[in-house]
């Protein structure tokens, strides 16, 4: 009695098909791929030995028209009967190989068909679960359609039922309306797909809320409801718990197939025998029970064991001797794929261990299961040998929903009971627990439409090219991820490198026919402390702290006169995100991946309280004008806003249907604006909470909001390369700034509102005139994504951070580029001038702060003139004069050349 297995015979490709049931009743969009003639008594005078068609299932399930020969689960069918007469969902759990799909397509099919009225259509999730459901629906749904049509229907019910279009309840009803005297059952076969094959999760709880929310109450079942019957694997139950809609039904709805009892164990070995007239030697049954020892998992290697029994028969009596001879119980799937395996040459051999640990994923707090893989991964060259194993039994080929052919393994007792395979997958499993990883990643790249940004970078990038070299046959199909982050990590590094200074100063002068060097200080101070990346930085009001928040947990505060940390305020348990000061200075907030703010006492380095509430990280906090609210946005979707006296929380705004990105409150403290990746703006009226307007336009994620400094306009940055102005009394757009190739990552606005300035992952900076919308100048320089821009707070100079290191400081009159301030070892992800513009705080992915003094940085890049030119008129010099020693030679190489 093996369990689920089907294979999508390539014959039919994406054709909807369907099975007979009876003389009347089909079972729509099942593929029952078994190529022996179905299973008729005869009688046992008259047939010849040779003919008698075997009546087990190897490692097949038993489908519809193998009810004659399903035999030891007719209580169980029973009660699965009983359950269509009242509930209309009836997930069955069981053990892998404990014959959850034969129970359903064999047993209650057939007992249902034999009743009358029922109409019966199965699907298995699979990857794609929206159009695996729509192709079982359309039969029933538009049945005058041709196949072709029905192919088409298909793709487009499942779009609306993935979008929410069309609910599944209205399908349903328009089911009921084609086939008013009949019930529908809905078989979801191999329901863990969902959570094997199916690795977005969102799409996942989305199929899953579609399915619920269709399901009738019990109370309001009505005799024409549809019933939805699943099978799925009990190691799975904890998948399913974890998202609560479905533990909710799941709670006391399930039906649970446990193992076999003796009696039944015994009719599934002898009635499908006695069919054909076929008797078991005296004490073989019984020395079969004993072997499959009551456990469920081992019904497949029983099935399969007395297929090969009936096979190596002679006459119509079944022998000790043959049943030694195939490897009784635990040894006869063992011994059939160690055959198949030993007939192969060795090069062969190598090529079916590589088939094989492609075919299994492993597992992670479960067993480890089958995996469909495509022929893509395996490679033309393989595809003959995967035929051959087809052939043996040994993997089922297919296609999927893309024509695609794809092959898996026969069934999951080849996982458990193959000597060999074990020995593989142990061997390999870290390299497929990372192979799979890396799939994913590859996936998310592809829906990125091949974007550079989500290559494989660093550390992650060094693991895949050197598994890349070690073991190129096993990443066919992930050959060309690979090899596009290589490049474009050696795009990067060769641009970096091109642009790296050597900042040294060095004061001349020549006398007595030798060379004086004077090592001038920096123009910074570096404050060290975090041991994780420094995500934000922020000034006090009155310029005297600086505040940093850390992927280390903590904050830090730092006096800004003597460069030394104050205190390290302590309390988050994940990443800090963002910190902001109150208008008055006394009180600090920090947002946090741990879900809270934390409010601190500046003055104690005390907390203050922790405001919970969000259920997903905290991306920023802001401090109203008047210092009252705090503004938090968050992963979760919401807005919060906090009453700072009390601590408590005033309100949610909700209405956003992905992450808030971004919060800005307005200059008057009346408004707040929210950016978020559902690609819209809303702004909020905070007196009642109330949403005043939404401001669509952005095509993809807004990841940065700003007033400007009147409040009547708000500028937004977007991932689809664009910055849009608003009229925020009308919630027009007043113009798109566009000029940018890649994502805007920061939007600011001048001190006197009437620059902005945008900073890209194409590298540049742009300076937009917001009277006319024109762009004004483009600064370039940077060799890498501009995370941050800053204007000083007297409007002629603008600092850019950027992911090469550095941060630039332009001339906002000329456009020209100022100084290139080097020292950090990672990417500047913030950059903040203090409120007298004396200071600038740069933040960056090398754990450090550093202070930069802009005065001193001035006075330096006059002497940064003079030393050129004095290294100008001494270079031929230096570099010509014996008499000058070497390591004097090369004083002048770091100080640029007219």
């Not at 893989?373 to 995967?386: C, D, I, N, P, R």
């Not at 000061?581 to 907030?589: E, H, I, V």
């Not at 003055?603 to 609210?629: A, Q, Y």
């Amino acid at each position: 009695m093996a369990e689920e297995n089907s294979n999508y015979n390539s014959k039919f490709e994406n054709e909807v098909k369907s099975a007979v049931v009876g003389e009347k009743n089909i079972i729509y969009n099942y593929f029952y791929y078994r190529e022996e003639a179905r299973v008729e008594p005869v009688d046992p005078a008259i047939a010849a030995d040779e003919y008698l068609p075997c009546p087990y299932q190897g490692l097949f399930h038993f489908g519809p028209n193998d009810a004659d020969v399903f035999f030891g689960r007719e209580i169980f069918i029973e009660e699965l009967y009983s359950a269509t007469k009242t509930n209309n969902f009836i997930p069955v759990l069981g053990a892998s190989g404990s014959g959850k799909s034969s129970v359903v397509l064999a047993g209650l099919v057939p007992k249902l068909q034999k009743a009358g009225h029922w109409q019966f259509t199965h699907f298995r999730p699979g990857s794609d679960p929206f159009h695996a459901l729509a192709l079982a629906l359309v039969p029933l749904y538009t049945p005058k359609l041709d196949q072709t049509d029905q192919i088409a229907q298909a793709r487009k019910m499942a779009g609306y039922l993935q979008d929410g279009s069309v609910i599944l309840l209205d399908v349903f009803a328009k089911i009921q309306q084609n086939h008013p005297n009949h019930r529908v059952l809905l078989i979801a076969d191999q329901f863990e797909e969902i959570y094997t094959l199916c690795n977005d999760q969102e799409i996942r709880r989305k199929f899953l809320d579609c399915l619920l929310v269709s399901l009738e109450t019990l109370t309001s079942l009505t005799s024409s409801a549809t019933v939805l019957v699943t099978t799925m694997r009990a190691d799975f139950l904890g998948n399913a718990l974890s998202y609560r809609p479905f533990a909710d039904v799941l709670q006391n709805g399930d039906v649970k197939l446990g193992p076999m009892n003796r009696e039944e164990l015994t009719q599934v070995i002898e009635k499908p025998a006695q069919k054909f007239g076929v008797t078991f030697a005296d004490g073989l049954v019984k020395r079969i029970l004993d072997d499959v020892e009551n456990q469920p998992g081992n019904l497949p290697l029983l099935e399969f064991a007395l297929t090969e029994l009936w096979n190596k028969r002679t006459g119509k009596q079944l022998t000790h001797k043959i049943y030694e001879e195939i490897g009784q119980v635990e040894g006869a799937l063992a011994r059939h794929a160690d055959e198949k395996y030993g007939n192969l040459t060795d090069d062969e051999k190598e090529k079916v261990r590589r088939i094989f640990i492609q075919l299994v994923r492993p597992g992670e707090g479960a067993e480890d299961t089958r995996r469909i893989a495509m022929k893509a991964e395996l490679g033309e060259q393989s595809w003959s040998l995967v035929k051959k194993l087809a052939d043996a039994r040994l993997v089922v080929t297919s296609r999927n929903l893309s024509s695609q052919e794809t092959v898996e393994v026969v069934h999951e007792a080849l996982i458990r009971n193959w000597g060999e395979l074990r020995e593989w997958m142990n061997t390999n499993r870290v390299f497929r627990a990372w192979q799979e990883r890396l799939r994913s990643a590859k996936g998310q790249w592809e829906a990125t439409n091949k974007d550079s940004g989500s290559l494989l970078r660093g550390a992650a990038l060094a693991v895949a090219e050197e598994k890349l070299k070690e073991r190129p046959e096993d990443l066919i199909d992930e050959k060309e991820f690979i090899e596009q982050s290589i490049q474009e990590g050696n795009r990067l590094k060769q641009a970096e490198a091109a642009r790296r200074k050597r900042e040294i100063r060095t004061a001349w002068g020549i006398a007595a026919g030798s060379l004086v060097a004077v090592v001038i200080s920096g123009g910074f101070r570096t404050l060290t402390g975090h041991s994780n990346i420094v995500n934000s930085v922020s000034f006090s009001p009155d310029g005297k702290t600086l505040a940093s928040g850390s992927g280390d947990k903590t904050i830090k505060l730092w006096n800004l006169e003597t460069g030394k940390e104050i205190r390290a305020l302590m309390g988050h348990s994940l990443i800090v995100f963002s910190v902001s000061f109150s208008p008055d200075g006394k009180t600090l907030a920090s947002g946090s991946w741990d879900k809270t703010i934390k409010l601190w006492n500046l003055e104690t380095g005390k907390e203050i309280r922790t405001l919970t509430g969000h259920s997903l990280i905290v991306n920023s906090v802001s401090f109203s004008p008047d210092g009252k609210t705090l503004a938090s946005s968050s992963a979760d979707k919401t807005i919060k806003l906090w009453n700072l006296e009390t601590g408590k929380e005033i309100r949610a705004l909700t209405g956003h249907s992905n992450y808030v990105a971004s919060v800005s409150f307005s200059p008057d403290g009346k408004t707040l604006a929210s950016g978020s990746a559902d690609k819209t703006i809303k702004l909020w009226n905070l007196e009642t909470g109330k949403e005043i307007r939404a401001l669509t336009g952005h095509s993809s994620v807004v990841n940065s909001v700003s007033f400007s400094p009147d409040g009547k306009t708000l500028a937004s940055g977007s991932d689809d390369n664009t910055i849009k102005f608003w009229n925020l009394e009308t919630g027009k757009e007043i113009r798109t700034l566009t000029g940018h190739s890649n994502y805007v990552a920061s939007v600011s606005f001048s001190p006197d509102g009437k620059t902005l300035a945008s900073g890209s992952a194409d590298k540049t900076i742009k300076l937009w005139n917001l009277e006319t919308g024109k762009e004004i100048h483009t600064l370039t320089g940077h060799s890498s994504v501009v995370f941050s821009v800053s204007f000083s707070p007297d409007g002629k100079t603008l600092a850019s951070g950027s992911g090469d290191k550095t941060i630039k400081l332009w001339n906002l009159e000329t456009g020209k580029e100022i100084h290139t301030l080097t020292g950090h070892s990672n990417a500047v992800f913030s950059v903040s001038f203090s409120p007298d513009g004396k200071t600038l705080a740069s933040g960056s992915a090398d754990n450090t702060i550093k202070l930069w003094n802009i005065p001193e940085l001035e006075s330096k890049l006059k002497l940064d003139s003079l030393m050129q030119n004095n290294c100008d008129s001494v270079r031929v010099y230096l570099e010509n004069n014996p008499n000058v020693s070497e390591r004097d030679s090369h004083l002048c190489d770091a100080i640029g050349r007219k």
